[in-house]
């Protein structure tokens, strides 16, 4: 079975520039996280999608930071412009959502922003 | 609202000696707590999960943790480090019945000494 994948891994842009970030979920999971982990800390949900709907969106930095997930798969995370404290990496993870004692999150092996 | 505290941010064993990662947990309710490892430039696995069943969880790679509500201790343990278990580990709570939302620790790294 296929895991999370992310794209790109790594990923190097000046300020004020727009990035992008992809992630495939788990064939099947209908939830699909982004997280923000900074060197040294603990990831920080930004976006919690259950199918296609953002049910949780209170940590996204809506001025700069935007996300999508068109037909409840696939999902992208926007910043525009990136600053140089959005270097960090990005998690996304899925589960399949439902009770809880079933939320174990499948995370991707992140991508890696450096805004010089 | 629910949260985590790991006591130490660097542990450090020996090969071979007894692995113990702390984790205190807050919550009004009760909780489902997680503990999740890290290796190097990939994202987290899980490791094992305790949803209020027995108090003692196995995980994989031979890790084991106890919940003690007393305490609000959810300490994450191995009886003998292998090189293979140096990487950062997170402890996570969520509370049941809320709206999923997993709070992560700020995480442990251990080091294992050879």
């Known amino acids: 079975e296929a895991g999370v994948v992310q794209s790109p891994r790594y990923k190097i842009i000046e300020k004020k520039q727009p990035v992008a970030f992809w992630c495939n979920p788990i064939s099947g999971h209908n939830t699909l996280y982004w997280y923000l982990q900074n060197l040294g800390q603990g990831p920080e949900l930004l976006i919690r999608y259950e199918n296609e709907e953002a049910v949780d969106d209170s940590q996204l930095p809506k001025d700069r930071f935007s996300a999508e997930r068109l037909k409840g798969v696939d999902s992208t995370l926007k910043i525009q412009p990136a600053e140089l404290g959005d270097s960090a990496v990005y998690l996304c993870?899925?589960?399949?959502?439902?009770?809880?004692?079933?939320?174990?999150?499948?995370f991707g092996p992140g991508t890696r922003l450096t805004v010089l | 609202a629910q949260s985590v505290t790991q006591l130490g941010s660097h542990v450090s064993v020996s090969e071979g000696a007894l692995v113990l990662l702390r984790c205190n947990y807050s919550s009004s309710v009760p909780p489902y707590l997680f503990w999740y490892v890290q290796y190097p430039n990939q994202g987290l696995q899980l490791l094992l999960k305790?949803?209020?069943?027995?108090?003692l969880v196995k995980g994989i790679n031979g890790f084991e943790a106890e919940f003690k509500k007393s305490e609000t201790s959810f300490h994450l343990t191995k009886p003998s480090a292998h090189m293979s278990d140096a990487a950062e580990y997170f402890c996570?709570?969520?509370?049941?019945?809320?709206?999923?939302?997993?709070?992560f620790g700020t995480g442990t790294k251990l080091q294992v000494i050879p």
């Open positions: 305790y949803t209020s069943a027995a108090t």
């Open positions: 993870a899925s589960s399949l959502g439902g009770l809880a004692g079933r939320n174990e999150q499948f």
């Open positions: 996570a709570v969520l509370v049941s019945g809320g709206y999923q939302k997993v709070t």
